[in-house]
């Protein structure tokens, strides 16, 4: 037994709100439960009731619309958003974040919107969603607001989730023609591990504008300044995106690595990804 | 139901199908892997509450009439099963690939069942399994002729493909 907590499954989010504002105790929202059940059985989180999200339809729903821009509802597990064919095509970078996250068992449960509502400054599917400019709805009784990713992250594991939200969807806009993307993932080993630093970019061809954003290098997951590329030289590019990532970065040394090491590494990732996505020739 | 009664608990506690096992308990090591709908999720981040409605494929459905299935005959065959711990959940791993993809290439199939841990067999037998199940190879017993020789030889090249190349 994990707990002695109440399960609840709505079916509409106007449900699900109610539950969440209600008087019966602090609730938590369950969507994959693989991070939610573990700090449950860990003793870090104690909720009353469990809001059980993934028979509302609304929340269900993957769709990329005929400009290639993305719906993601908070109850889509990631191997679903893995395996669509038109999000591999189109945002590859965002499938590499996807992939990189624990195992195949997991990723059936597990959803975008939860790895980053748990507010991780290494949330894996944060970098990419930052640098494609991604934003989060979130939905309560009181009303539905829409927020840019990079306002989601408040602190270390803090959002700004009022405890009566739902984050119900990520919407991701219609990708420049040719828009390369990419997802770089430092770990201790090769599989299931937590980043030690991260990286993702995207490089829009037609307007030559670089973005990058990076990860467990500072308390919340960092996007940084857009860069624009114009006719510079790749090493004038790189070193443009090195001094941004070092003067933006504030990494710790914890179990996983060192402060040092995160200094070191993330540098080299943002070259990587530079040169990456600057190729000549380059698919998406 | 007891809304804090995860699924591995349902399954073992309250079903007494024990063919599930419990290795980390926070879904890092796979030995709970069953097949939700389908798909293969580690049963102790599951709540039994949460199933209702769906279908639960465990090991106990592996065999049928006491005949073991090819998977498991696999395993049996390539010595893929040492203490035997990570077997159930290597099964349901291997079953739910085989199910969408009846064959996958030698990365299809690592990436399949990287989520599977294993601290005896060093994984090269547990790949060669899943390749012969994949292979629809009988296994077979001793014979080095004929066709069932065939077989056997196939078999052999396979495990020791799997060895040179390591299980990478």
């Given amino acids: 037994m994990l707990g002695r907590f109440d399960y609840q499954r709505p079916s509409t989010l106007p449900e699900a709100g109610r539950l969440l504002a209600g008087n019966d105790g602090p609730a938590a929202i369950l969507a994959g439960g693989t991070d939610l059940l573990v700090d449950i059985r860990g003793r870090r989180h104690d909720p009353r009731i469990l809001v059980d999200i993934k028979r509302i339809d609304a929340l269900r729903r993957l769709n990329v619309d005929s400009a290639g821009a993305l719906t993601i509802g908070a109850a889509v597990p990631l191997n679903e958003m893995i395996e669509r064919a038109a999000i591999r095509r189109t945002l590859p970078g965002l499938v590499q974040a996807a992939e990189s996250i624990a195992t195949y068992q997991l990723r059936n449960r597990a959803t975008a919107v939860g790895n980053l509502c748990n507010g991780s400054p290494a949330a894996d599917m944060a970098p990419i969603l930052l640098a494609l400019g991604a934003h989060l709805v979130a939905w309560s009784q009181r009303g539905e607001r829409t927020m840019p990713l990079s306002s989601l992250f408040v602190g270390v594991k803090k959002t700004a989730l009022a405890p009566d939200e739902i984050a119900a969807e990520l919407r991701v806009p219609a990708p420049e023609p040719g828009l390369r993307s990419r997802f770089l993932k430092q770990q201790r080993l090769r599989g299931h591990d937590l980043a030690v630093a991260s990286a993702a970019g995207t490089y829009a061809p037609t307007t030559g504008v670089l973005r990058l954003a990076v990860g467990s290098c500072a308390p919340t997951p960092l996007l940084l300044e857009p860069i624009e590329v114009g006719r510079s030289s790749k090493a004038v590019v790189e070193e443009k995106a090195v001094r941004a990532v070092q003067a933006a970065m504030q990494p710790i040394s914890d179990t996983r690595a060192s402060a040092d090491y995160r200094r070191t590494v993330l540098p ?12 000549e020739g380059g698919a998406p | 139901m007891p809304s804090g009664l995860t699924l591995i608990e349902f399954l073992r506690d309250r079903l007494y199908l024990t063919g599930t096992k419990e290795g980390c308990g926070i879904g890092e090591c796979g030995a709970c892997t069953v097949l939700l709908d389908e798909k293969p999720v580690t049963a102790c981040l599951v709540l039994a509450v949460e199933v209702d409605g769906c279908t639960v494929d465990t ?14 005959k696999a395993f049996v065959e390539t010595g893929a099963v040492q203490c035997g711990f990570c077997t159930p959940g290597m099964i349901m791993s291997a079953r739910g690939l085989l199910r969408r993809n009846p064959t996958p290439s030698d990365n299809e199939i690592i990436e399949a069942m990287a989520g599977n841990l294993c601290r005896c067999t060093g994984y090269e037998a547990i790949l060669a399994a899943v390749r012969l199940a994949a292979a629809a190879v009988q296994p077979v017993a001793e014979p080095l002729t004929g066709e069932t020789g065939t077989e056997r030889r196939r078999f052999l090249r396979g495990v020791e493909s799997t060895r040179k190349d390591g299980w990478r």
């Avoid at chain 2, 090991?59 to 498991?72: K, P």
């Fill in chain 2, 59 to 72: 090991v106990e459905g592996e065999a049928t009439d006491g005949q073991l299935s090819d998977l498991q």
């Fill in chain 1, 268 to 279: 080299v990732l943002v070259k990587r990804l530079v040169s990456d996505l600057l190729a």
